[in-house]
């Protein structure tokens, strides 16, 4: 049975907490497969309480907003503030309005 390749697990967790999918990871760095990506993060999670793949410097502890989402649900016709709620109040009203702008 061949051996598995030792991936470099610094740069799988710096890419994660960039907002890279673990997928996408496992493409840059050459891996088979993402499960053993996705290994790896979930291994670092449970380390270090509070992280999650893609934080960012202004809502530490919390997963960057999805642009993708917050411009769907204003395609679809929800209000600033209905999106808003949508993230728990985890980003404010200015930063979802700059998401739907920069879309």
């Known amino acids: 049975m061949p051996k598995r390749k030792r991936l470099d697990h610094e ?8 907002g890279y999918s673990s997928d996408v990871i496992a493409g840059m760095i050459g891996a088979k497969s993402h499960d053993y990506v996705q290994e790896i993060i979930h291994g670092y999670q449970k380390k270090t309480p509070g992280w999650f793949p893609g934080i960012n410097s202004e809502h530490p502890g919390v997963a ?14 929800w209000c600033l503030q209905k999106i808003h709620g949508e993230f ?4 404010s009203v200015e930063e979802i309005r700059k998401a739907i702008a920069n879309g």
């Open 64 to 77: 960057p907003l999805d642009t993708g989402k917050v411009k769907a649900l204003h395609k679809a016709g």
């Open 88 to 91: 728990s109040g985890n980003y």
């Open 11 to 18: 740069k799988i967790i710096e890419l994660s907490a960039q």
